[in-house]
């Protein structure tokens, strides 16, 4: 048994030791490539490909669109769907464990196991805002350029612009560690990304079917809508304000954390 | 040092594990024997914390296995078939689980050398043959020089080149005082590893004993007879203590007396014999009789056959 017997300074688990390994474990898939990879090229693609009909159309259209139209907003027009694709990314790096059997080998090198949860959070949190933050920034100042052509650009200076632009990527960010919560709730990935297209895109309209008073005080607090405050720079009425709305969507991300924590210490792997 | 004291765990209505207490020591090989199903898996989850009992005590060199600091230090496990993310390569599986015990890249080139996986570890586990996905839980098991190494079924899929190796291995790793734990429901290959054999059925403990006394104890000596007058001689034997089956138009299977005392009553009654072959238990025999009550189902010749359950699947 030549190597085995060799001492070789084996570490105590810690939390730091975790993260690492949760790093290499994060970008040794091709699948957290490919969703990173969509996450960028949706935000960036269809805010530039927006940017560029509105102002190819600006001359011919309605008064009505136009006053419709604002600047930052159709350069981000790409983020709902970003928000998809990070949030699915964050439902695979748990659920993709428990599908392969990966879970049982993590488990047995972090037997505490709250330190894995964490761990992902962490790796998983830095990364979705590395990536998400160059897009948001990117698509700005290349939609903006591409409406300058008729004038109908806005500066990163004006009033709400740049706390859009930091809300962007905190708002994708914590989609994705929403992602990794119901992900650690469920532990399968169908059900994972059913319950987040199903809170994120179904829901909505569900509530709309009920009486539009009781819809208009529910509204502003779903997730999608509390978290999107963050990034609009001309609310309606009836969201909340851009700070608060992030602090209930996080709010829901902690909740799903705790439950998903609770869960992973209790449940057998 | 692997202790379990009366641990039970059920799922849902189905009891895997019930009341189960041994002791794996080290410096040896101790097989885990037991049909499908009678809850190896589950007793191996058990001990990894993987699952957590109902009742009862698992330790692991003396603390539960969660309870230690560097825990891939005290037990290596290769648990069934795969625990491996098909999509990430031979090298990032192991390093990852390496960095969690501050281990690094050296370690993990060291180990892959070992089970002789160099020449795809940069290849997806996802397309690794069955052989080569055991030959990287062993280097996973090995990884963080274990005091209590733990397989389940390490030779399943491994050609006979592999499982010399793998046997080899085991041997050598009981001889350098680890705790060594395989399961196995290859009988034969638990007679040519193990030293001690840990048996269970149903999930309760049928044995407990040394390969030897288990061979030896086994009461199923029979000789086999080949003669054209196998009825008559059949007749010749017959006595209180004497079980005589018919095997086949002219072959008998004795029990209860020796070739030597078949042969002389042939003889006397001039009966001609063109086989007599004493046959002695196996370990293989030895098994099926401890566990033929406790197999769940049973085919309709009489045949044990595998019982899927929760303790194997999960």
Not at chain 2, 280 to 299: C, K, R, Y
């Amino acid at each position: 048994m030549e190597s085995v017997g060799i001492p070789l300074g084996v570490q105590p688990v810690t939390q730091r030791r975790v993260v690492r390994s949760e790093w290499t474990k994060l970008i040794s898939l091709r699948s957290t490539r490919w969703a990173l990879a969509a996450t960028l090229l949706l935000a960036v693609g269809i805010g530039v490909l927006a940017c560029i009909v509105f102002e190819t159309r600006w001359a011919h259209l309605s008064a009505h669109d136009r006053a419709d139209f604002h600047p930052l907003s159709v350069s981000l027009a790409g983020i709902n769907f970003a928000q998809l694709a990070i949030g699915v990314l964050g439902v695979l790096v748990i659920t993709g464990e428990y599908s392969t059997g990966m879970i049982r080998s993590t488990l047995a090198a972090v037997p505490r196991r709250l330190p894995m949860l964490w761990g992902k959070a962490v790796v998983f949190g830095a990364t979705a805002f590395a990536v998400s933050l160059p897009a948001t920034f990117i698509v700005f100042f290349v939609g903006q350029a591409i409406l300058s052509g008729e004038h109908i650009n806005i500066a990163l200076g004006h009033a709400g612009v740049f706390r859009a632009l930091i809300g962007v990527p905190l708002f994708l960010t914590a989609m994705g560690l929403f992602g990794l919560g119901l992900g650690a709730i469920v532990r399968s990935t169908a059900g994972g990304i059913a319950a987040l297209a199903g809170i994120v895109f179904v829901l909505p309209p569900i509530i709309g079917l009920l009486p539009t008073s009781v819809a208009n005080s529910i509204d502003p607090y779903l997730p999608s809508n509390a978290g999107g405050a963050v990034w609009t720079i001309t609310p309606d009425p009836g969201t909340l304000a851009p700070w608060a709305g992030f602090g209930v969507f996080c709010a829901y991300v902690a909740v799903a954390m705790a439950i998903a924590a609770v869960l992973l210490v209790r449940r057998d792997a | 040092m692997i202790e379990l004291g009366g641990v039970t765990k059920t799922y849902g209505k189905k009891t895997a594990v019930r009341d189960l207490s041994f002791t794996v020591r080290p410096g040896m090989v101790t097989g885990f024997l037991g049909p499908n199903g009678s809850g190896k898996s589950t007793t191996m989850r058990l001990i990894l914390g993987l699952d957590a009992p109902d009742a009862g005590e698992v330790t692991v060199n003396g603390k539960r296995y969660r309870d230690h600091r560097a825990p891939l230090h005290q037990v290596g496990a290769l648990l069934e078939a795969s625990s491996i993310h098909t999509g990430r390569s031979a090298y990032d599986h192991l390093l990852a689980m390496a960095q969690t015990h501050g281990l690094g890249r050296e370690r993990v080139e060291g180990m892959i050398e070992l089970v002789g996986l160099g020449e795809v570890a940069r290849k997806r586990a996802g397309t690794f043959s069955l052989g080569m996905r055991q030959r990287l839980g062993i280097a996973s098991a090995l990884l963080a020089d274990p005091r209590v190494v733990m397989l389940d079924e390490p030779i399943n899929g491994l050609d006979p080149e592999g499982i010399l190796w793998v046997r080899k291995l085991l041997r050598g790793l009981a001889a350098e005082g680890r705790t060594v734990f395989v399961s196995s429901h290859l009988m034969s290959e638990m007679a040519l590893t193990a030293d001690h054999l840990v048996v269970i059925g149903q999930g309760e403990l049928i044995a407990d004993v040394g390969v030897r006394e288990m061979i030896s104890g086994a009461s199923q000596s029979s000789v086999r007879v080949r003669t054209p007058h196998a009825a008559r001689l059949g007749e010749v034997l017959a006595a209180s203590d004497v079980r005589v089956r018919s095997l086949g138009t002219d072959v008998i299977e004795v029990q209860g007396i020796d070739s030597e005392e078949i042969g002389l009553a042939a003889h006397v009654s001039g009966i001609v014999l063109y086989e007599l072959t004493p046959r002695q238990a196996s370990l293989e025999d030895a098994f099926m009789e401890l566990t033929g009550e406790s197999v769940e189902f049973h085919a309709s010749d009489g045949e044990p056959v595998a019982a899927a359950s929760i303790g194997n699947g999960a």
